[in-house]
Structure formats: C-alpha cells, structure tokens
C-alpha cells in the first residue's frame, strides 16, 4: 500500500471514494500487465506516440518536467479509458484527467532519476518499496 499512498499524496492527499481507483490505476500503470515491470516503458511509448515525446523526455530527462494537460492525458491514455476510469471510480472525466495530469510527469521523473528508463526488474524494486510522498516533498 505504500505506493497507493504516495500516488495519493501527489494527488492532494485524496484517498476517499473515487480517488482510490485512480490511485490502484496508476499503480497497475507503473508495474504493467500482471506485474511484468514493462508499464512505465508503455505508459511513456503512449505519450510519445500521441506526439508527447517533447514533454516525455523532459519527465525522463534531468531538469524540470514539463506540465501535462488534461487534454493530453485524454490523447495518449484513451477518451474510452479515461470514461472506464471515470466510471470505476464515480468522478467526472475531467477531474479523472486533471489528476492523471499532475501526477504522471511527477511519477515518470522520480521513476527515471538517472534520466533513463529503468530495467523493468529494477522498475518492480523500484516501486515496491518507493514512497513518493516522501520524495516529493509532501
């Protein structure tokens, strides 16, 4: 649960209701498809082929990361996963969006520090034991 719990902690601190099947989604986002360690390396792959790469790299890079919109959260995950998403967890669409766009370009960057993609073994390490409240500040 630490990783749902600093997930939450990038999203304001909201664990209630909704916000907890955000938190789960983003957690399966990172770890990937039955835990492979291959959901990072994807979740960037859909950003830079929604034309994203320029913001992408600025995640992964060193230096400050470039902000996300809604919008472009909506291009690369999918209107058809962003309306799963709203449904699972009872929020509007927008606010399923807002979220995801403030907390993924954090998450990509403190998954990255050395400015490189992680092994996907090293991912599965990485996030197990990982407490991104704690370093980013809240």
Same mark, same amino acid.
């Given at each position: 649960?630490? %990783?749902?719990?600093?997930? !939450?902690?990038?999203? &304001?601190? !909201?664990?209630?209701?909704?916000? +907890?099947?955000? %938190? &789960?989604?983003?957690?399966? #986002?990172? +770890? ?9 390396? $994807?979740?960037?792959? $859909? ?7 320029? !913001?992408?790299? @600025?995640? =992964?890079?060193?230096? /400050?990361? /470039?902000?996300?919109?809604?919008? /472009? =959260? /909506? ?5 058809? $996963?962003?309306?799963? #998403?709203?449904?699972?967890? &009872? ?6 969006? @807002? ?8 998450? =990509?960057?403190?998954? +990255? *520090?050395?400015?490189? #993609?992680?092994? *996907?073994?090293?991912?599965?390490? #990485?996030? !197990? ?7 980013? &500040? $809240?």
């Amino acid at each position: 649960m630490a %990783l749902l719990d600093s997930i !939450k902690g990038l999203l &304001g601190g !909201k664990g209630g209701g909704g916000n +907890t099947a955000i %938190l &789960g989604q983003l957690s399966g #986002m990172l +770890t990937g498809k039955s835990g492979d360690g291959q959901g990072l390396n $994807r979740l960037v792959e $859909r950003f830079q082929s929604a034309g994203l790469g320029d !913001k992408v790299a @600025s995640w =992964v890079g060193q230096g /400050e990361n /470039e902000k996300l919109s809604p919008d /472009e =959260v /909506e291009q690369a995950i999918g209107s058809d $996963r962003i309306d799963e #998403m709203s449904k699972e967890t &009872g929020q509007p669409a927008a606010a399923v969006k @807002s979220d995801l766009a403030g907390a993924i370009p954090n998450l =990509v960057s403190k998954l +990255t *520090p050395d400015g490189k #993609m992680p092994d *996907p073994s090293a991912l599965l390490g #990485m996030v !197990k034991g990982l407490d991104l409240g704690k370093l980013l &500040g $809240r």
